[in-house]
T-cell receptor, first 112, second 117 residues
Framework: DAKTTQPTSMDCAEGRAANLPCNHS???????VYWYRQIHSQGPQYIIH???NNETNEMASLIITEDRKSSTLILPHATLRDTAVYYC?????????????FGTGTRLTIIP | GAVVSQHPSRVICKSGTSVKIECRSL??????MFWYRQFPKQSLMLMAT?????????EQGVEKDKFLINHASLTLSTLTVTSAHPEDSSFYIC?????????????FGPGTRLTVL
């Protein structure tokens, strides 16, 4: 069963912030939220992950709601190279549960 | 991040032959690596978990005798597709897990595109 729900596709204008939503209403207390993206014909690229606090790195920001049932990945200034499929994944943080289950993701297209 | 390589990047073979794909962790030792398969316009599907020094753990529906995994060192895992058939044509991707003390994150290789004629 899918643990996350994402829109199938989104468009964003170049230079604007891209906000990608993800629902994970059945998330449990020891599960992290991970975001990866996959550019066409390449392996997935790690973006960011978090447990309950908001996180920021050089690529993106992750905003997790207080009840942890949803999150938003923010790419602050989208470029054409950000066009990719973005996957939101919930993963158990306990030792021995490192595997990731990919859903269908959101296909983000950056429009010039 | 982490650097993961795969070799070859692309392979074309005849039906019935075996193909070996290598996955290397270039900048850290990985006790756990993963193998995924991705068909066109579909998402990644986990095939197996490769554990250094022990037998791989296969996901339900994945034939362990057809997809042989060897994780003989902390930096190398290999996937051999035995007696390949056209339906095995796919994009095969490996990942390495960097332990929780550091980042507790998987990093992916660039993928290997297999075409079986």
């Amino acid at each position: 069963d899918a643990k996350t729900t994402q829109p199938t596709s989104m468009d964003c204008a170049e230079g604007r912030a891209a906000n990608l939503p993800c629902n994970h209403s059945t998330i449990s207390g020891n599960e992290y939220v991970y975001w990866y993206r996959q550019i066409h014909s390449q392996g997935p690229q790690y973006i960011i992950h978090g447990l309950k606090n908001n996180e920021t790195n050089e690529m993106a920001s992750l905003i997790i709601t207080e009840d942890r049932k949803s999150s938003t990945l923010i790419l602050p200034h989208a470029t054409l190279r950000d066009t990719a499929v973005y996957y939101c994944i919930v993963r158990d943080s306990n030792f021995g549960n490192e595997k990731l289950t990919f859903g269908t993701g959101t296909r983000l297209t950056i429009i010039p | 991040g982490a650097v993961v390589s795969q070799h070859p990047s692309r392979v074309i073979c005849k039906s019935g032959t075996s193909v070996k794909i290598e996955c290397r962790s270039l900048d850290f030792q990985a006790t756990t690596m993963f193998w995924y398969r991705q068909f066109p316009k579909q998402s990644l599907m986990l095939m197996a978990t490769s554990n250094e020094g022990s037998k791989a753990t296969y996901e339900q529906g994945v034939e362990k005798d057809k997809f042989l995994i060897n994780h003989a060192s902390l930096t190398l895992s290999t996937l051999t597709v035995t007696s390949a058939h056209p339906e095995d044509s796919s994009f095969y991707i490996c990942s390495v897990h960097r332990d929780r003390i550091l980042t507790d994150t998987q990093y992916f290789g660039p993928g290997t595109r297999l075409t079986v004629l």
